[in-house]
Structures are given as structure tokens and as C-alpha cells.
Nanobody, 126 residues
Framework: QVHVAESGGGSVQAGGSLRLACVVS????????VGWFRQPPGKEREGVAC???????RYADSVKGRFTMSQDIAKNTVYLQMNSLQPEDTAMYYC????????????????????WGQGTQVTVSS
């Protein structure tokens, strides 16, 4: 059974940094995509970034140049380093995982992922 768990959220001032961690368990092989999503208050969940089975990453335009995904395969952990945080980055952040698609290319689409964590809150004050 696949299990996804995020950690690392918190409160920072604008311009600050946070690193989120996501542990994915239950897969036998590293043949799954991992995505980060966020849901601001009163808004829909949106894609932030994803990583494919070969470490290739993709980012939403709103976070390019500020957020970076990395992974520690031995620990089944994926990280989201968030720099230059702004108040508009305030949201509940979710990690999600699912088996890699045939294209081999991950997408930051909510519907591409079936296993979700409980979320971790990120609050950025001005």
C-alpha cells in the first residue's frame, strides 16, 4: 500500500526559505512520479512541480527560479526547496505520487496522481 507523507511547512517572512520533504513508501521500484501541489485559501489545488523516474523536473511558471525539487532515492524522499517566498505562496502544500506514465514525462496535474499526503501548511507574511 502506497503511503505519502509531507513535512517541513511553517511560517516565514517574505524573502525567506523553507524546505519541504515528502516520503513515499509502498512502491517496490522507483517507477513512480512525485508531484508537489498547493491549495491557497479559498482556491483550487494547483500544481507546483514534479519529478519523473530519471530525476527530470518540471515547474509551474509561478515558481520557476525560486523552487527546486531534489530527491534522495535511498531514503524514498523528495524535497522541495522554496526560496524567495512571497505572500502569494501561502497555501497548504501537498505531495502526491503515482506510477510513471508511458510518456516518461511527469505533469503537474492533480488528476495524474492518485496517492496524496495530508498536506503541510506554508505561511508567508509580508
Amino acid at each position: 500500500q502506497v503511503h505519502v507523507a509531507e513535512s517541513g511547512g511553517g511560517s516565514v517572512q517574505a524573502g525567506g526559505s523553507l524546505r519541504l520533504a515528502c516520503v513515499v513508501s509502498g512502491y517496490t521500484y522507483r517507477n513512480y512520479f512525485v508531484g508537489w501541489f498547493r491549495q491557497p485559501p479559498g482556491k483550487e489545488r494547483e500544481g507546483v512541480a514534479c519529478v519523473d523516474t530519471h530525476g527530470g523536473t518540471r515547474y509551474a511558471d509561478s515558481v520557476k527560479g525560486r523552487f527546486t525539487m531534489s530527491q534522495d532515492i535511498a531514503k524514498n524522499t523528495v524535497y522541495l526547496q522554496m526560496n524567495s517566498l512571497q505572500p502569494e505562496d501561502t497555501a497548504m502544500y501537498y505531495c502526491a505520487a503515482d506510477l510513471a506514465q508511458m510518456t516518461g514525462v511527469c505533469r503537474t496535474r492533480v488528476t495524474d496522481f492518485g496517492h496524496w499526503g495530508q498536506g503541510t501548511q506554508v505561511t508567508v507574511s509580508s
